[in-house]
């Protein structure tokens, strides 16, 4: 039996390795600006203290956000007025007060998602399930049973959507029944960090990062392999040590993916052969973003770098939030965005690394990524607070 590790625990882990007496101090910041807060909603539960990849959704003029028992709701992004909620387990629109009393025990387990595609909104949950709703009003279009917890968002393009499974299937959909097209099994250590890489479609492929420390591409049309490569090795004297999971989301522009594993490096290859490229010794579990010719890494010890993407040479590294359990990057404007797990923001110029700002929005801390379509910054707390920041 396959046993997982939650990335929580592996982060815990790593930073016992210091003194139990030793205090982490964030490093002093000059704050240059600080972000106008365009709305806030008040928290309604959220993930709590489990490890989650689910997000907030930006489309248009909406915001999507959901909690993890069941709840999904959408808001007016302009003034943060609140659309409609709908609850996945009763499966019908509920009221404000429906969401202040709520004493459904029954527990959705939402932790995939949300993403859009093929006019739904999708999401995964660790009880199996693949639901896509209406936009418009929330209703279910369709429900699909799958044989795993959908810990990422689903993957939408080539005509279908897949999800990646925490039993190590890859399963591609039908976007207008949910039903099952095909089935791809990827081969799983004993053990691996609780969590999935978010496959990628594009250019008829699919691309995938599994618990054994491989990234590929499978043929979209039947989920065949194209190519699989080895990014991470088991090695070490202990299982912690051994883990090899690719995790994070592979980066694809133009004809290169770059992919990062736990424990492993940070690799580009070309798309359509998985030929390597260039190789460097960056790990992580954290989703990667990019900009222009720049790769921004939180590696597994929550180091910053610059990756100039062409050859793999360093630009810069920012090293002063080290073990302060800070999310995957966000680029938005100028600046690289993440948050921490006591609820600050924190902000560096993108050109220099240099910390520019930090502020803090939710005592519960930040536990993903915040997400962003240019203009707006939407933070989510893991109570469930939800925070739209635009630049002053």
């Not at 968002?153 to 207008?176: E, F, H, K, R």
């Not at 993440?338 to 110029?349: E, I, R, S, T, V």
Request: charged letters at 20%; hydrophobic letters at 40%.
């Amino acid at each position: 039996m396959k046993t997982l590790v939650g990335l929580g625990l592996v982060i815990v882990l790593l930073a016992g390795c210091s003194s139990k007496k030793e205090k982490l101090v964030l490093p002093e910041v000059n704050n240059q600006f600080r972000p106008v807060v365009v709305w806030d909603h008040t928290a309604i539960d959220g993930v709590q203290h489990f490890d989650s990849s689910l997000r907030p959704l930006i489309t248009s003029d909406k915001l999507y956000a959901a909690n993890r028992t069941g709840i999904v709701s959408a808001f007016d992004l302009a003034s943060g007025k609140r659309l409609w909620a709908f609850d996945i387990r009763r499966e019908e629109q509920i009221g404000f007060w429906r969401l202040l009393v709520d004493r459904n025990k029954e527990n959705a387990r939402i932790s995939g998602g949300l993403s859009r595609g093929f006019g739904h909104i999708l999401l995964g949950t660790e009880n199996g399930e693949v639901i896509a709703l209406n936009p418009e009003t929330g209703a279910i279009n369709w429900r699909t049973k799958v044989p795993g917890e959908v810990l990422a968002a689903p993957a939408t393009g080539d005509g279908m959507i897949v999800v990646n499974t925490g039993s190590g299937l890859l399963i591609a959909l039908d976007p207008v029944t949910g039903a099952k097209r095909w089935t791809y099994e990827q081969e799983l250590p004993m053990l691996t960090i609780r969590g999935v890489a978010e496959p990628v479609i594009v250019s008829g492929g699919v691309v995938f990062g599994s618990g054994s420390g491989k990234v590929g591409v499978l043929i979209s049309d039947h989920g065949l392999p194209a190519w699989e490569e080895v990014i991470a090795t088991p090695e070490g004297a202990t299982d912690l040590a051994r883990l090899v999971d690719v995790d994070a989301k592979p980066v694809v522009v133009g004809n290169t993916m770059y992919a990062l594993a736990y424990n492993g490096e940070l690799v580009a290859l070309e798309l359509t052969s998985g030929r390597p490229l260039w190789k460097r010794d960056y790990a992580s579990f954290r989703n990667m973003a990019v900009a222009e010719n720049i790769l921004y890494v939180v590696d597994s010890n929550g180091r910053v770098y610059a990756i100039d993407r062409r050859n793999g040479q360093e630009v810069w590294a920012q090293t002063a939030l080290e073990r302060h359990f800070v999310t995957a990057p966000t680029v938005f404007g100028d600046y690289l965005v993440f948050g921490d797990n006591k609820g600050y923001l924190h902000w560096l110029d993108r050109s220099t690394g240099d910390l520019v700002a930090r502020h803090r929005f939710d005592k519960s801390g930040l536990y993903t990524a915040p997400v962003t379509d240019g203009e707006h910054l939407v933070l989510q707390s893991r109570n469930g607070e939800l925070v739209v920041l635009r630049l002053p």
